[in-house]
């Protein structure tokens, strides 16, 4: 996996998530998880999800996103863990 630890380093301050698409996530970085060793999740505060064309398409007041390259996506479906 590779070493994400540099993002520690931009605790408070406004940072840029790009994506291939050309799409990006743009917001004050909050925290880092897990709080000791490799970072896997990020918390961003203000967060805008800017479409590759430049417009906005979501803002929240804080959102938690991977710091991880996606390698892979499946179809998971069926509840689970009901009673």
């Known amino acids: 996996m590779p070493d994400y630890s540099k993002l520690e380093q931009l605790m408070s301050h406004r940072v840029r998530i790009d994506f291939d698409t050309g799409a990006h996530i743009i ?3 909050a925290s880092c998880s897990p709080a000791g060793g490799q970072v896997q999740f990020v918390n961003l505060q203000k967060a805008e999800l800017v479409l590759s064309d430049g417009s906005v398409a979501e803002r929240h007041d804080s959102l938690t996103v ?5 390698v ?3 179809k998971d479906e069926g509840p689970r863990g009901r009673d």
């Not at 991977?66 to 996606?70: R, T, Y």
């Open 72 to 74: 892979g996506f499946r």
């Open 66 to 70: 991977p710091a991880n390259v996606m």
């Open 27 to 29: 917001g004050y970085l």
